[in-house]
Protein backbone atom coordinates (compact mmCIF):
# COMPACT_ATOMS: atom_id res chain seq x y z
CA UNK A 1 0.00 0.00 0.00
CA UNK A 2 0.61 3.89 0.01
CA UNK A 3 -0.70 7.13 1.95
CA UNK A 4 -0.71 9.55 -0.23
CA UNK A 5 -0.51 13.42 1.23
CA UNK A 6 -1.02 16.54 -1.20
CA UNK A 7 0.55 20.33 -0.01
CA UNK A 8 1.44 23.39 -2.20
CA UNK A 9 -2.81 25.00 -2.67
CA UNK A 10 -3.64 28.20 -1.63
CA UNK A 11 -4.82 30.98 -2.62
CA UNK A 12 -3.29 32.63 -5.76
CA UNK A 13 -4.27 35.82 -8.77
CA UNK A 14 -5.08 34.94 -12.33
CA UNK A 15 -2.29 34.34 -13.93
CA UNK A 16 0.12 33.35 -11.06
CA UNK A 17 1.61 30.01 -10.34
CA UNK A 18 1.49 27.13 -7.68
CA UNK A 19 3.34 24.01 -7.13
CA UNK A 20 1.31 20.94 -5.58
CA UNK A 21 3.21 18.12 -4.02
CA UNK A 22 2.11 14.76 -3.41
CA UNK A 23 4.41 13.05 -0.99
CA UNK A 24 4.03 8.95 -1.24
CA UNK A 25 4.77 6.85 2.40
CA UNK A 26 4.89 2.62 1.92
CA UNK A 27 6.95 0.96 -0.38
CA UNK A 28 8.08 0.73 -4.23
CA UNK A 29 6.57 4.26 -5.19
CA UNK A 30 8.97 3.84 -8.18
CA UNK A 31 6.40 0.84 -8.78
CA UNK A 32 3.33 3.34 -9.02
CA UNK A 33 2.07 5.39 -12.08
CA UNK A 34 0.61 8.78 -10.56
CA UNK A 35 -2.23 10.87 -11.34
CA UNK A 36 -3.88 14.58 -10.73
CA UNK A 37 -7.31 14.61 -10.91
CA UNK A 38 -9.33 18.05 -9.16
CA UNK A 39 -12.98 18.74 -8.68
CA UNK A 40 -14.65 21.93 -8.39
CA UNK A 41 -17.59 22.42 -6.14
CA UNK A 42 -20.99 20.88 -7.60
CA UNK A 43 -18.76 19.12 -10.68
CA UNK A 44 -17.59 15.71 -10.47
CA UNK A 45 -13.88 14.73 -10.29
CA UNK A 46 -12.06 15.12 -13.40
CA UNK A 47 -8.75 14.02 -14.77
CA UNK A 48 -6.00 16.37 -14.84
CA UNK A 49 -3.09 14.39 -16.00
CA UNK A 50 -0.54 11.80 -15.28
CA UNK A 51 3.18 10.38 -15.38
CA UNK A 52 4.07 6.86 -15.63
CA UNK A 53 6.53 5.54 -13.66
CA UNK A 54 9.58 5.71 -15.00
CA UNK A 55 8.64 9.20 -15.87
CA UNK A 56 9.14 9.01 -19.95
CA UNK A 57 5.60 9.67 -20.39
CA UNK A 58 2.76 12.28 -19.31
CA UNK A 59 -0.73 12.76 -20.84
CA UNK A 60 -2.57 15.79 -19.92
CA UNK A 61 -6.53 17.24 -20.51
CA UNK A 62 -6.56 19.66 -22.99
CA UNK A 63 -7.61 22.41 -21.03
CA UNK A 64 -4.22 22.33 -18.80
CA UNK A 65 -1.85 21.66 -22.04
CA UNK A 66 1.00 23.58 -21.99
CA UNK A 67 0.07 25.27 -18.71
CA UNK A 68 0.66 22.82 -16.01
CA UNK A 69 3.38 19.84 -15.87
CA UNK A 70 3.31 17.17 -13.97
CA UNK A 71 7.21 15.39 -12.46
CA UNK A 72 8.35 13.00 -10.37
CA UNK A 73 11.35 12.19 -8.09
CA UNK A 74 11.21 8.53 -7.22
CA UNK A 75 13.85 9.07 -4.79
CA UNK A 76 12.07 11.24 -2.78
CA UNK A 77 8.53 9.40 -3.11
CA UNK A 78 7.20 12.94 -4.32
CA UNK A 79 5.17 13.83 -7.77
CA UNK A 80 4.84 17.17 -8.28
CA UNK A 81 2.02 19.41 -10.46
CA UNK A 82 3.21 22.68 -11.63
CA UNK A 83 0.81 24.85 -12.22
CA UNK A 84 1.49 28.07 -14.70
CA UNK A 85 -1.00 30.90 -16.00
CA UNK A 86 -3.64 30.07 -13.61
CA UNK A 87 -7.16 31.07 -14.39
CA UNK A 88 -10.61 31.62 -12.16
CA UNK A 89 -11.41 28.04 -13.68
CA UNK A 90 -8.81 26.26 -12.46
CA UNK A 91 -9.82 26.38 -9.04
CA UNK A 92 -10.79 23.42 -7.12
CA UNK A 93 -9.39 20.64 -4.81
CA UNK A 94 -7.03 19.04 -6.61
CA UNK A 95 -5.94 15.30 -5.72
CA UNK A 96 -3.21 13.01 -6.29
CA UNK A 97 -3.56 9.00 -6.88
CA UNK A 98 -1.26 5.91 -7.96
CA UNK A 99 -2.02 3.04 -9.30
CA UNK A 100 -0.22 -0.24 -9.69
CA UNK A 101 -2.00 -1.15 -13.37
CA UNK A 102 0.16 -1.35 -16.01
CA UNK A 103 -2.68 -0.88 -18.47
CA UNK A 104 -1.06 2.37 -19.42
CA UNK A 105 -4.91 4.11 -18.90
CA UNK A 106 -4.65 5.98 -16.76
CA UNK A 107 -7.39 8.83 -17.27
CA UNK A 108 -10.06 8.03 -15.32
CA UNK A 109 -10.60 8.13 -11.77
CA UNK A 110 -11.49 3.77 -11.43
CA UNK A 111 -8.13 3.58 -13.01
CA UNK A 112 -6.55 4.38 -9.57
CA UNK A 113 -6.43 2.85 -6.11
CA UNK A 114 -5.18 5.20 -3.77
CA UNK A 115 -6.08 8.70 -3.03
CA UNK A 116 -4.54 11.70 -1.59
CA UNK A 117 -6.95 13.85 1.26
CA UNK A 118 -6.68 16.42 -1.72
CA UNK A 119 -5.40 20.14 -1.57
CA UNK A 120 -7.31 23.14 -2.14
CA UNK A 121 -6.28 25.81 -4.97
CA UNK A 122 -8.41 28.97 -5.44
CA UNK A 123 -7.91 31.38 -8.59
CA UNK A 124 -8.90 34.87 -7.74
CA UNK A 125 -9.65 37.08 -10.94
Known amino acids: QVQLVESGGGLVQTGGSLRLSCAAS????????MGWFRQAPGKEREFVGF????????SYTDSVKGRFTISRDNAKNTVYLQMNSLKPEDTAVYYC??????????????????WGQGTQVTVSS
Open 97 to 114: AGTRDYSGNYYDIRDYDY
Open 51 to 58: ISRSADRT
Open 26 to 33: GRSFSSYA
